[in-house]
Antibody, heavy 121, light 107 residues
Framework: QAQVRESGGDVVQPGRSLRLSCGGS????????IHWVRQAPGKGLEWVAL????????FYRDSVRGRFTISRDNRNKVVFLQMDGLRVEDTAMYFC??????????????WGQGTMVTVSP | IVLTQSPDVLSLSPGETATLSCRAS???????VSWYQKKPGQSPRLVIS???KRATGIPDRFSGSGSGTDFTLTISSVEPADFAVYYC?????????FGQGTQVEVK
């Protein structure tokens, strides 16, 4: 059974950095694109970034481009989200999600339980 | 593509039918609109993919339809477990986007 699990969330001050991890199991990790999606307290879901199966294509929402970097290590079945220059408005639960099939435009299907990032002075 | 969901809140009694709408700011040649159920403290759960395909384990009281810029999620005979927030999601191109959500609550 396919599973993904996030880790790395913490409380940090504005301007600091944090690296989130998303580990996969139960599927051929190297074949699937992975999303990061966040949900701020009391708000809706917000797409953050996607990395293609081989790491050759990376996409970001405008508000994080240049501050966040998505990467992956297929040998160790993990996707990273390096978050630099964190802002208060980045405070959210961060979810990673595996897409449904080998097409990166397929629906995110398998979601982790999330990891909380709090940016506070 | 911006997704706008309506209504923001839908108040229903168990057994009633829920009709949730999602309108896209522009059409896409791909049928790349899906629906997620989100409950507090839980991760999003895929309900409908690619406009009308029920995800694994989703009861047949859930159905999706639509084309172009207008998409609908229908829950016939709503059950207590169905009360949640539902999000439509466009995944046909970058940037991927979510609607603002429709809360289905107990009347």
């Amino acid at each position: 059974q396919a599973q993904v699990r996030e880790s790395g969330g913490d409380v940090v001050q504005p301007g600091r950095s944090l690296r989130l991890s998303c580990g996969g199991s139960g599927f051929d990790f190297w074949d699937y694109s992975i999303h990061w999606v966040r949900q701020a307290p009391g708000k809706g879901l917000e797409w953050v970034a996607l990395i293609s199966y081989d790491g050759s294509n990376k996409f970001y929402r405008d508000s994080v481009r240049g501050r966040f970097t998505i990467s992956r290590d297929n040998r160790n079945k993990v996707v990273f989200l390096q978050m630099d220059g964190l802002r208060v408005e980045d405070t959210a639960m961060y979810f990673c999600a595996k897409v449904m099939n080998t097409n990166r435009y397929s629906a995110p299907q398998t979601w982790g339980q999330g990891t909380m990032v709090t940016v506070s002075p | 593509i911006v997704l706008t969901q309506s209504p923001d809140v839908l108040s229903l009694s168990p057994g009633e039918t829920a009709t949730l709408s999602c309108r896209a700011s522009q059409g896409s040649p791909r049928s790349s609109v899906s629906w997620y159920q989100k409950k507090p403290g839980q991760s999003p759960r895929l309900v409908i993919s690619d406009v009308f395909k029920r995800a694994t384990g989703i009861p047949d009281r859930f159905s999706g339809s639509g084309s172009g810029t207008d998409f609908t999620l229908t829950i016939s005979s709503v059950e207590p477990a169905d009360f949640a927030v539902y999000y439509c999601h466009y995944h046909g191109s970058s940037p991927w986007t979510f609607g603002q959500g429709t809360q289905v609550e107990v009347k």
